[in-house]
């Protein structure tokens, strides 16, 4: 059913906040610009497209079973960790919960490149 609306076609995703608009216009280029005005970042796609490809590292550091009792048995899910970084200043980690193992990691990704904050290397003590 189409009553003209957006074009179903296009490959790129429409950047749903202010900071999502200004990256893909390329006014902001840096994560450095972020962190100067304490600007929230809500769309994981700011991350992949402000990171060079192959320079994002991730990494699943745990993945257990959670369960909960319901009034059928036990209700299992799985909880996983992941760590996100660039070897250049920005880590990130995320935990999320999910039905299955894939969709719980998946979840944690994206949670995880959300929560990037920068960190201080060196001696400054």
């Not at 257990?64 to 319901?70: D, G, H, L, T």
């Not at 760590?83 to 979840?107: P, Q």
């Amino acid at each position: 059913r189409g009553r003209g609306g957006r074009d179903r076609d296009s490959k790129e995703g429409v950047p749903c906040t202010k900071l999502g608009r200004l990256v893909k216009e390329a006014k902001v280029t840096t994560l450095e610009e972020i962190f100067l005005f304490s600007m929230p970042i809500k769309e994981h796609q700011i991350l992949d497209k402000l990171i060079p490809e192959g320079s994002l590292n991730d990494d699943v550091m745990t993945i257990f079973p959670v369960q909960k009792q319901s009034s059928a048995g036990q209700c299992t899910r799985f909880k996983a960790y992941v760590l996100v970084g660039d070897k250049n200043g920005h880590i990130g980690i995320g935990s999320r919960t999910g039905k299955e193992v894939a969709l719980a990691i998946r979840s944690a990704l994206i949670a995880a490149k959300l929560n990037v904050v920068p960190i201080r290397r060196g001696y400054w003590g």
